[in-house]
Nanobody, 124 residues
Framework: QVQLVESGGGLVQPGGSLRLSCVAS????????VGWFRQAPGKEREGVSC????????YYADSVKGRFTLSRDNAKNTVYLQMSSLKPEDTAVYYC?????????????????WGQGTQVTVSS
């Protein structure tokens, strides 16, 4: 059974850091693209970062570029999102997702499998 489980969210002060984890089960995560998304109350879901299935190219939204870092540990079947210099506007539920299509060095526009999400709150 394909499953993604996020963890690592919490309450952090502005300027702080968090590391989110996305642990996969039921498939080998390193073979496929993985995306991180977030959704704040009253707002549409936003793509934050993704890693491609082909050559592992990593992409970032402009809003997080230079502050967030995506990494993958194939031995642990886990993808991480290291978030630094957090701002109140980063507050959202963060989700990881994957898709079993092959997209080369690109990330898919749609994802088939999603985790349950983890809440990140940035507030003083």
């Amino acid at each position: 059974q394909v499953q993604l489980v996020e963890s690592g969210g919490g309450l952090v002060q502005p300027g702080g850091s968090l590391r989110l984890s996305c642990v996969a089960s039921g498939f080998t995560l390193g073979y496929y693209a993985v995306g991180w998304f977030r959704q704040a109350p009253g707002k549409e879901r936003e793509g934050v970062s993704c890693i491609s299935s082909g050559d592992g190219t990593i992409y970032y939204a402009d809003s997080v570029k230079g502050r967030f870092t995506l990494s993958r540990d194939n031995a642990k079947n886990t993808v991480y999102l290291q978030m630094s210099s957090l701002k109140p506007e980063d507050t959202a539920v963060y989700y990881c997702a994957t898709d079993f299509g092959l997209y080369g060095s690109n990330c898919p526009d749609e994802y088939d499998y999603w985790g349950q999400g983890t809440q990140v709150t940035v507030s003083s």
